[in-house]
């Protein structure tokens, strides 16, 4: 038997009731057949003359259901993007507490991230109120934050998750804060939680390189995004897994500017399926939370003469520019005053830079002891304290120059795997300074890494990463955040790198090798 719809006395028609109930059936606030908020059946619901979406979700829901008239005050210098994957449940909510602000924001935009939910339908629903509707065909979050930026014109920007929402003075005191230093780039606030976990959330500035206390509703000031590159803050490859925001922060501070901090209210909504739920369930490691594959690195190779580096250098560049999406950069210190060699190694520089496979490079003449010293005897005590001595001060000029968080070290007689900087990348946290891939010494048959009592190790002491008192230089990646405050200096025997390795220590810094990843020596 066909049960046919017959419209209660002012109720809604056929078509309309329809609507209502396909919208329900999507909503995750139904349970069964119920609606839990307003604790009805949403059959009864939706043919209900007065009946009305607690969410503000059915698409003929009239306007002044949720969404507030706008506001007296004014200031027209913030532009709003709210960003929506699939969140067409919280949208309503979200721009309302956008138009809700006491300092009105100079443009809203919704940004569409390929959401297969109502969340056009939603964001038509605002259109008379000014806020306008743009969709990508891509869940990149990072690219729908880009077309925020490109797609507005205020002098600040705030992009707002769609499932988050804002206290009413929240731009108003960001504009407050950001006013107090010109050289202030974000306003940043604590967190109050809500829905599946209630309560403050206290968040502590530090070392953006370790932790990420900035959220992605922080207000930014425009003009410091005009000065970032695409690649580098808006990639077109992504993990959805990584917290581009934070990404992008390190980028905005890493050109000098400063991040504030607000009094106002950011209201973080705490839900099973958040992306911060699925980082957790997945135990999502920290270099992909932290986006490492983007990151900015610096390859310093020593180079004392030696031909093979010639040879090995080109395939090297060519695989870890197509592992690593990030910008590579390579600086080269020259030791030798052979001008073939120099000239050959500053040609092979420049057509990486045309290939692609670096963003720059420079090279410097750098006379730190005879010629050839690296290939003499070291059995020699005087021989052994020249080489020291030339390999400290080269090391201190390539860490003092450095710009980069992530500095590889690459000496020119070591062979490193195909997929090295990967590898290493992959071994870092908030507490790790350096991670180094194992080789063994040309004079001895130990590895070149030692435990914390100072024993080299003459066999792997795990089969992958593990924990050392320290290693040598030859094939490393170390973090400028630690290693930035101390100098390089020597022991009593003229040994740099076991003094280095204890100031790390000394600074909380963990040092790591990769044992399964080994390198070639010589």
């Given at each position: 038997?066909?049960?046919?719809?017959?419209?209660?006395?002012?109720?809604?028609d056929h078509?309309?009731?329809?609507a209502?109930?396909?919208?329900?059936?999507?909503c995750?606030?139904?349970?069964a057949t119920?609606?839990?908020p307003?604790?009805?059946?949403?059959?009864?619901?939706?043919?209900?003359?007065?009946?009305?979406?607690?969410?503000?979700l059915?698409?003929?829901?009239?306007?002044?259901d949720?969404?507030p008239?706008a506001?007296?005050?004014?200031?027209?210098?913030?532009?709003?993007a709210v960003?929506?994957?699939?969140?067409?449940?919280?949208l309503?909510?979200?721009?309302?507490?956008v138009?809700?602000?006491?300092a009105?924001?100079?443009?809203?935009?919704?940004i569409?991230?390929a959401?297969?939910?109502?969340?056009?339908?939603i964001?038509?629903a605002?259109?008379?109120?000014?806020?306008?509707?743009?969709?990508?065909?891509?869940?990149?979050?990072?690219r729908?934050?880009m077309?925020?930026?490109q797609?507005t014109?205020?002098?600040?920007?705030?992009?707002l998750?769609a499932?988050?929402l804002?206290?009413?003075?929240?731009?108003?005191?960001?504009?407050a804060?950001?006013?107090?230093?010109?050289?202030?780039?974000?306003?940043?606030?604590?967190?109050?939680q809500?829905?599946?976990?209630?309560g403050?959330?206290?968040l502590t500035?530090?070392?953006?390189?370790?932790?990420?206390?900035?959220?992605?509703?922080?207000?930014v000031?425009?003009?410091?995004?005009?000065q970032?590159?695409?690649?580098?803050?808006?990639?077109t490859?992504?993990n959805?897994?990584a917290?581009?925001?934070?990404?992008?922060?390190?980028?905005?501070?890493r050109n000098g500017w400063?991040?504030v901090?607000?009094?106002a209210?950011?209201?973080y909504r705490?839900?099973?399926?958040?992306?911060?739920?699925?980082q957790?369930?997945?135990?999502?490691?920290?270099?992909?939370l932290?986006?490492?594959?983007?990151?900015?690195i610096?390859?310093?190779?020593?180079?004392s003469?030696?031909w093979?580096?010639?040879?090995?250098?080109p395939?090297?560049?060519e695989?870890?520019?197509?592992?690593?999406?990030g910008?590579l950069?390579?600086?080269l210190a020259v030791t030798?005053?052979?001008?073939?060699f120099?000239?050959?190694?500053e040609?092979?520089?420049?057509?990486?830079?045309t290939?692609?496979?670096?963003?720059g490079?420079?090279?410097?003449?750098h006379?730190?002891?005879?010629e050839?010293?690296?290939?003499?005897?070291?059995?020699s005590p005087?021989t052994?304290?020249?080489?020291?001595?030339a390999m400290?001060r080269?090391?201190a000029?390539?860490?003092?120059?450095?710009?980069?968080?992530?500095?590889?070290?690459?000496?020119?007689?070591i062979?490193?795997?195909?997929?090295?900087?990967?590898?290493?990348?992959?071994?870092?946290?908030a507490?790790?300074a350096?991670?180094?891939?194992?080789?063994?010494?040309?004079?001895?048959?130990?590895?070149?890494?030692?435990?914390?009592?100072g024993?080299p190790?003459?066999?792997?002491?795990a089969?992958?990463?593990?924990?050392?008192?320290?290693?040598?230089?030859g094939?490393?990646?170390l973090?400028?955040?630690?290693?930035r405050?101390?100098?390089i200096?020597?022991?009593?025997?003229?040994?740099?790198?076991?003094?280095?390795y204890?100031?790390?220590r000394?600074?909380?810094g963990v040092?790591?090798?990769?044992?399964?990843a080994?390198?070639?020596?010589?």
């Amino acid at each position: 038997m066909t049960t046919t719809y017959s419209p209660l006395p002012g109720g809604p028609d056929h078509a309309t009731y329809s609507a209502r109930l396909a919208t329900c059936a999507t909503c995750r606030h139904r349970t069964a057949t119920q609606c839990r908020p307003a604790q009805q059946l949403t059959s009864i619901l939706a043919r209900l003359p007065n009946g009305r979406c607690p969410a503000g979700l059915w698409p003929d829901q009239p306007l002044n259901d949720f969404s507030p008239p706008a506001p007296a005050a004014a200031d027209g210098r913030v532009s709003v993007a709210v960003i929506c994957h699939n969140q067409a449940e919280y949208l309503a909510e979200a721009l309302r507490s956008v138009r809700n602000q006491t300092a009105a924001p100079a443009s809203i935009v919704v940004i569409d991230a390929a959401s297969t939910d109502h969340t056009r339908e939603i964001a038509a629903a605002f259109a008379p109120y000014g806020i306008q509707y743009l969709r990508t065909d891509s869940h990149n979050l990072a690219r729908a934050r880009m077309l925020a930026y490109q797609h507005t014109r205020g002098e600040f920007l705030l992009t707002l998750d769609a499932d988050d929402l804002l206290g009413p003075t929240y731009l108003a005191d960001g504009l407050a804060a950001l006013a107090t230093d010109p050289a202030a780039g974000i306003a940043w606030t604590d967190l109050t939680q809500f829905g599946d976990k209630s309560g403050p959330l206290r968040l502590t500035a530090g070392d953006p390189n370790r932790s990420n206390w900035i959220h992605s509703g922080a207000i930014v000031r425009r003009a410091a995004l005009d000065q970032l590159e695409e690649r580098d803050a808006w990639p077109t490859d992504w993990n959805p897994l990584a917290h581009h925001d934070w990404r992008l922060w390190r980028c905005v501070l890493r050109n000098g500017w400063t991040a504030v901090k607000s009094p106002a209210a950011y209201h973080y909504r705490r839900h099973s399926a958040s992306l911060t739920a699925r980082q957790t369930a997945e135990k999502t490691p920290w270099p992909i939370l932290a986006d490492l594959a983007h990151e900015p690195i610096q390859l310093f190779i020593p180079a004392s003469g030696r031909w093979t580096l010639l040879d090995r250098l080109p395939r090297l560049l060519e695989t870890t520019a197509t592992a690593h999406s990030g910008r590579l950069s390579l600086a080269l210190a020259v030791t030798t005053a052979d001008p073939i060699f120099l000239r050959d190694l500053e040609r092979l520089a420049a057509d990486a830079v045309t290939a692609g496979n670096l963003a720059g490079y420079t090279l410097y003449r750098h006379d730190v002891g005879p010629e050839h010293l690296a290939d003499q005897n070291r059995h020699s005590p005087d021989t052994y304290r020249a080489v020291q001595i030339a390999m400290s001060r080269l090391y201190a000029r390539a860490l003092r120059d450095t710009t980069a968080e992530y500095l590889w070290i690459l000496e020119d007689d070591i062979g490193p795997p195909a997929d090295a900087l990967a590898t290493m990348l992959a071994g870092f946290d908030a507490a790790v300074a350096s991670v180094a891939l194992p080789y063994r010494s040309r004079f001895h048959p130990s590895f070149v890494a030692w435990d914390h009592t100072g024993q080299p190790y003459r066999q792997p002491p795990a089969a992958g990463l593990a924990p050392v008192g320290g290693n040598g230089f030859g094939c490393c990646v170390l973090r400028r955040s630690f290693f930035r405050h101390f100098p390089i200096r020597s022991d009593r025997s003229g040994n740099y790198d076991p003094e280095f390795y204890a100031d790390l220590r000394r600074r909380g810094g963990v040092a790591l090798v990769d044992w399964s990843a080994p390198c070639t020596h010589g």
